[in-house]
């Protein structure tokens, strides 16, 4: 399961704000109650009829857009909202739901133009400015995308998308000190967030905990879960290939009979590889969001939501191979995890993993919270705790596990047998 810095996939729509201003009108906020409660037919039917007795009205020709959009009728949406936006061009809201939907089809030149016009109609509407930021930073206007970054963090406080992106288009600039501070704003605004404390951790170097806090972990994969598979291709992810080819050194390699654990399987990018070895196949993740995609694959026997360890000490000597593919970059100390896996491998059980690189520690830990918020560990590290979990030495082969910002992401094949199998 690997992480990029990565901002919210999701437009900030205008929903909720643009029907107070509409309520007066019973028949539209009942028609709106509807849409909201997810009864779409009901909805369609009152927008319509309201429609058909006032063609002009741009507020029903606004959500009815909305509605026929998100039901998969793209063009007759955008026109809906064309219509709605030539009948009352004041409508800021409805330009930026415009522009929501020229994203979501990859027109973003048209989505620039449209956000702009709703950020000259509101000079306060957060949305917009954080919409035209995603833009500008997608498109590597990183200066644009600041100003407009800076814009939502005047207006609005605890916009956790927002001071997100803000962090990482500093990131991106090589403004580690900016970053920082954003996550201190995001930490002091949003207390109850686990995200800015590990970030915090990450580019301070303070506190740096022994290995991701489980809810930062949820957090993180179910909101990355539905553009996971699309943007990790796009890095040329390679830890599930690498993890399934070093298996090649265990006797039931394609035999399909082996008992394998996917620990910390994400959306099971690792199954199909693994399933010609399998004859049980069996994937744990914490991410609830990452599981049901994992599910749709069709190629596990079991899925569980569970901490990969907890998950491991429960299942004594049941599996002959363990793979964690990019997993433990969330884990700084590997004890807890590689002593739970060799309790839960069969004698002659294997277990491979990757980790990313990394070339000298302080003090001797054998690993570092990098700024981008994941584990880096040291070959002699790796050599020592898999030793001390059980295992025999180790074969740890140096690897690319993906490209991010145009640059290798060096890591650590790592492969063992539990000692004396």
Not at 64 to 71: D, S, T
Not at 241 to 255: D, M, N, R, W
Request: hydrophobic share 40%; charged share 25%; net charge negative.
């Amino acid at each position: 399961m690997a992480s990029m810095n990565s901002e919210s996939p999701t437009p900030a729509g205008e929903f909720e704000s643009h029907r107070a201003a509409t309520d007066e009108a019973h028949s539209l906020g009942a028609a709106i109650r509807e849409h909201q409660a997810g009864h779409l037919i009901e909805a369609e039917r009152a927008y319509r009829a309201l429609l058909a007795k006032d063609p002009d009205d741009a507020n029903v020709a606004h959500f009815l857009g909305m509605l026929r959009f998100q039901a998969g009728a793209i063009e007759e949406g955008l026109e809906f909202l064309r219509r709605s936006v030539k009948a009352d061009p004041s409508n800021s809201h409805a330009w930026n739901n415009l522009g929501n939907m020229y994203v979501q089809i990859q027109r973003d030149e048209l989505a620039e133009k449209v956000y702009l016009r709703a950020t000259s109609l509101d000079p306060r509407s957060s949305a917009a400015w954080y919409n035209l930021a995603r833009i500008y930073s997608r498109d590597n206007k990183l200066d644009r995308a600041l100003e407009c970054l800076h814009n939502v963090t005047r207006i609005v406080s605890g916009f956790v998308d927002a001071l997100q992106t803000l962090a990482h288009v500093y990131y991106r600039l090589g403004r580690r000190d900016e970053a920082r501070a954003v996550y201190q704003q995001w930490a002091d605004e949003v207390p109850d967030d686990p995200t800015p404390r590990h970030m915090l951790a990450a580019t301070s170097g303070e506190g740096v905990p022994e290995r991701a806090d489980d809810r930062y972990i949820v957090k993180t994969f179910d909101g990355f879960a539905e553009r996971f598979d699309e943007q990790l291709a796009q890095l040329g992810y390679s830890a599930p290939q690498l993890v399934a080819a070093s298996l090649i050194v265990h006797p039931l390699y394609l035999t399909g009979r082996a008992a394998v654990l996917d620990a910390g399987c994400g959306t099971g990018w690792c199954g199909p590889l693994l399933r010609s070895t399998a004859g049980h196949l069996v994937g744990v993740d914490l991410s609830p969001g990452m599981l049901a995609l994992a599910r749709q694959r069709g190629i596990y026997d079991e899925l569980h939501e569970s901490e990969l360890t907890a998950f491991m000490r429960s299942r004594p000597a049941a599996f002959d191979i363990i793979v964690l593919a990019d997993v433990l970059c969330y884990f700084g100390r590997l004890e807890p995890a590689l002593g739970a896996a060799h309790g839960a491998l069969l004698p002659a059980g294997l277990l491979s993993f990757s980790v990313e690189a990394l070339a000298q520690a302080p003090a001797e830990a054998g690993f570092e919270l990098a700024t981008h918020g994941r584990y880096s560990h040291t070959r002699r590290y790796l050599e020592h705790v898999m030793i001390d979990s059980g295992f025999g030495p180790p074969s740890i082969d140096e690897v690319v596990l993906r490209h991010e910002l145009a640059e290798p992401v060096k890591g650590y094949l790592v492969t063992g047998r539990r000692a004396g199998s």
